[in-house]
């Protein structure tokens, strides 16, 4: 049975502090670019277990824009189903520019993906926050740690 | 006509009553659409546009490729093939 959230309790995201390092550094290695990739896990409540690598394929507007390679989401969803788990969102890097998301973001998102989103610098990773398309935008969604963990 | 599965991405399991999975007969890749299109109305709008074309926000692959790269909706399908409806995922900075 498809269990459905109250629209007036926020979702978190559970993402464990191991997966927003991992995040950080894979945005960080790419910049001055931006780079993406996959969330895998458990749907609902979201639940991120582990990361799914993907290439930038906007090549000619790196610094700007990214287009997720469809070759790695099909890879990403078929080892998912294998583990009963699901792509649960998408993480992306904004080259100097802040965690939230664009006009160009909100034209291409899912309903029911969370979209993460990280800041990078010349002097390092910055921000990073989660979002959920949310009728016409987005709305902020809040991130949890594992129990060792603070939220970030 | 063929027995073909095709996978639902998360996102549109609203419209097929929660089902990641759904068997649907057809001879093209086009024809199986119509007919999951037919049978879950919902899917339609994100999968196929006004003239019958693939969305722009989705990608299909018929078992390791993208129908782009083949002959499209055109594309002949064969006994047990899998058709996987992908999410295009695209943004950027501003």
Same mark, same amino acid.
């Given at each position: 049975?498809?269990?459905?959230?109250?629209?007036?309790?926020?979702?978190?995201?559970?993402?464990?502090?191991?997966?927003?390092?991992?995040?950080?550094? *894979?945005?960080?290695? !790419?910049?001055?670019? $931006?780079?993406? %990739?996959?969330?895998?896990?458990? =749907? &609902?409540? @979201?639940?991120?277990?582990?990361?799914?690598?993907?290439?930038?394929?906007?090549?000619?507007?790196?610094?700007?824009?990214?287009?997720?390679?469809?070759?790695?989401?099909?890879?990403?969803? *078929?080892?998912?189903? !294998?583990?009963?788990? $699901?792509?649960? %969102?998408?993480?992306?890097?904004? =080259? &100097?520019? @802040?965690?939230?998301?664009?006009?160009?973001?909100?034209?291409?998102?899912?309903?029911?993906?969370?979209?993460?989103?990280?800041?990078?610098?010349?002097?390092?990773?910055?921000?990073?926050?989660?979002?959920?398309?949310?009728?016409?935008?987005?709305?902020?969604?809040?991130?949890?740690?594992?129990?060792?963990?603070?939220?970030? | 006509?063929?027995?073909?599965?095709?996978?639902?991405?998360?996102?549109?399991?609203?419209?097929?009553?929660?089902?990641?999975?759904?068997?649907?007969?057809?001879?093209?890749?086009?024809?199986?659409?119509?007919?999951?299109?037919?049978?879950?109305?919902?899917?339609?709008?994100?999968?196929?546009?006004?003239?019958?074309?693939?969305?722009?926000?989705?990608?299909?692959?018929?078992?390791?490729?993208?129908?782009?790269?083949?002959?499209?909706?055109?594309?002949?399908?064969?006994?047990?093939?899998?058709?996987?409806?992908?999410?295009?995922?695209?943004?950027?900075?501003?």
């Amino acid at each position: 049975m498809r269990r459905t959230r109250p629209r007036d309790v926020p979702a978190a995201l559970v993402l464990p502090r191991e997966l927003r390092l991992q995040i950080r550094e *894979r945005a960080q290695a !790419a910049y001055p670019h $931006e780079a993406c %990739g996959l969330i895998l896990g458990r =749907p &609902d409540p @979201p639940v991120a277990l582990r990361l799914g690598v993907a290439r930038n394929l906007a090549v000619d507007r790196l610094a700007d824009r990214y287009v997720l390679d469809p070759d790695a989401f099909l890879a990403a969803d *078929r080892t998912a189903r !294998a583990e009963d788990i $699901e792509v649960i %969102g998408i993480w992306h890097s904004h =080259p &100097d520019h @802040p965690a939230r998301p664009s006009a160009t973001d909100l034209e291409g998102a899912w309903e029911g993906y969370s979209y993460v989103i990280v800041t990078t610098t010349a002097g390092g990773p910055g921000d990073l926050a989660s979002w959920r398309l949310d009728g016409a935008g987005f709305a902020r969604e809040p991130i949890l740690g594992d129990r060792e963990d603070r939220p970030s | 006509m063929s027995q073909i599965t095709v996978r639902i991405p998360t996102p549109l399991r609203s419209h097929t009553g929660g089902a990641g999975e759904i068997a649907a007969v057809g001879a093209t890749v086009g024809e199986v659409l119509e007919a999951v299109a037919a049978r879950h109305e919902g899917l339609r709008r994100y999968l196929l546009d006004p003239s019958g074309e693939v969305r722009r926000f989705v990608n299909v692959y018929l078992g390791e490729r993208n129908i782009q790269a083949l002959d499209g909706l055109a594309t002949p399908v064969g006994d047990a093939a899998v058709i996987h409806i992908v999410p295009a995922v695209a943004g950027g900075v501003s």
